[in-house]
């Protein structure tokens, strides 16, 4: 009897963990990952923060070297990408010119930068040329414009701050990290930027940007500078499972299985959105902790088990002297509460919704994920006063 064909397509980290999981659970037939860069499976998160600032080498960043997929008899399939589905024959067409027959099919596509219609010459940071660009840049510029202050705009900022340009940053919105945080918190972060040196532009659209060197804003302000990178946002790489059929909608629909609507094919990572069971709704969240857990699950859902991902939200950052770590999220929250010395930058922020806890963020404050996790899941009021007092430990205001 032949072995079944299991194929990824995606060879990031999300692929990478699929296929190293399907082995860990004893998968034993034929695996095909399908990517369309040339390198090895990689991790993105330092592409904007220790490689973008020269503290981590490349070897640091793939999953596994070439001697793990060998041992592992995981066939790599760099360079090469998956242009169709046919889910009737279980195949896929590749740019090659072949096509893979599947059992079952795993889709860890990622997401892509969103761009700015009209604009020439902006610079975007997702893979790991992008990265090796922007570290050349800051040996030979003086200046850089970074268009958006999310996750990617700001820690390119931090980088290229570091290094010694000056930096503007424009954002449509009046705070830096808005949608993620809200006004309460995000006011830490733009004034984090403002008091390293960085040009805030808060509020204000861009009208045009010329050979990505020249930014006019709609406000008539016109920016000079030697590059500009835009961090704007990604878009879920769906086209291949729209173009086959599957149900999309701000990404792959997939249930808390991690299973499309296809029973035979799976996703996972920034390209699933994903039902959350103690959410009680779709949720696609573009952080390494997807990529790195959800496999896992989709690899026992193609192996016939039912496990379910159920892990809160979580992503952090590292900008000039701030780190911080997130769970969970701020969807409908009513208040902020502080612990600690937020102007020294040493705290930890709660959202709540009617005194329950939906989100924590520790700032320069470590190993507290665990309660904060648990004061989360309990779904309890708390005393905000309590919450607020460093005094009064969480593991007691997260115990049952």
């Known amino acids: 009897m032949t072995s079944p064909t299991f194929v990824v397509i995606g060879a990031g980290l999300a692929g990478a963990k699929g296929a190293e999981a399907l082995r860990d659970k004893g998968f034993d037939g034929r695996i095909v990952l399908v990517g369309d860069e040339e390198h090895l499976p990689y991790e993105r998160p330092a592409l904007s923060k220790d490689y973008l600032s020269g503290n981590a080498s490349r070897d640091s960043l793939y999953v596994h070297d070439a001697t793990w997929y060998a041992e592992q008899?995981?066939?790599?399939?760099?360079?090469?990408?998956?242009?169709?589905?046919?889910?009737?024959?279980?195949?896929?067409?590749?740019?090659?010119?072949?096509?893979?027959?599947?059992?079952?099919?795993?889709?860890?596509?990622?997401?892509?930068p969103r761009t700015l219609p009209g604009a020439t010459g902006i610079h975007c940071l997702r893979r790991l040329e992008?990265?090796?660009?922007?570290?050349?840049?800051?040996?030979?510029?003086?200046?850089m414009v970074v268009l958006g202050a999310g996750w990617i705009g700001l820690e390119t900022a931090a980088a290229a701050r570091r290094a010694g340009l000056d930096v503007t940053v424009v954002e449509a919105l009046p705070q830096p990290l808005l949608p993620a945080l809200g006004r309460e918190v995000a006011a830490v972060f733009a004034d984090l930027h403002l008091q390293?040196?960085?040009?805030?532009?808060?509020?204000?659209?861009?009208?045009?940007?010329?050979?990505?060197?020249?930014?006019?804003?709609?406000?008539?302000?016109?920016?000079?500078?030697?590059?500009?990178?835009?961090?704007?946002?990604?878009?879920?790489?769906?086209?291949?499972?729209?173009?086959?059929?599957?149900?999309?909608?701000?990404?792959?629909?997939?249930?808390?299985?991690?299973?499309?609507?296809?029973?035979?094919?799976?996703?996972?990572?920034?390209?699933?959105?994903?039902?959350?069971?103690?959410?009680g709704r779709h949720v696609r969240v573009e952080h390494w902790a997807n990529a790195l857990n959800q496999p896992a699950v989709a690899a026992a859902g193609m192996l016939g088990k039912n496990d379910v991902y159920d892990e809160l939200p979580y992503f952090y950052t590292d900008q000039y002297d701030l780190g911080m770590e997130f769970l969970g999220t701020i969807d409908g929250y009513d208040r902020v509460v502080f612990r600690g010395d937020v102007p020294g930058r040493e705290f930890i922020a709660f959202w709540l919704k009617d005194d329950r806890v939906l989100a924590g963020m520790n700032v320069n404050i470590w190993e507290v994920t665990e309660p904060i996790k648990a004061l989360i899941h309990s779904r309890r009021p708390v005393d905000p006063d309590r919450l607020a007092d460093p005094d009064v430990s969480l593991d007691r205001l997260a115990a049952p």
């Open 73 to 112: 008899r995981i066939e790599l399939r760099p360079g090469v990408r998956a242009t169709g589905i046919d889910r009737t024959a279980h195949q896929v067409r590749l740019s090659d010119g072949t096509s893979l027959s599947y059992a079952k099919l795993l889709l860890a596509t990622g997401a892509s």
């Open 130 to 143: 992008d990265s090796d660009w922007l570290k050349g840049l800051f040996t030979t510029a003086s200046s």
């Open 196 to 279: 390293h040196g960085v040009d805030l532009h808060l509020g204000v659209q861009v009208d045009q940007v010329e050979r990505g060197k020249r930014v006019k804003l709609a406000d008539g302000t016109v920016l000079e500078a030697d590059a500009v990178v835009a961090g704007i946002g990604a878009q879920p790489n769906t086209g291949i499972a729209r173009a086959c059929g599957l149900r999309t909608d701000n990404g792959v629909l997939v249930d808390a299985s991690l299973r499309t609507s296809d029973p035979d094919i799976f996703a996972a990572g920034d390209v699933a959105n994903a039902y959350h069971p103690q959410l």
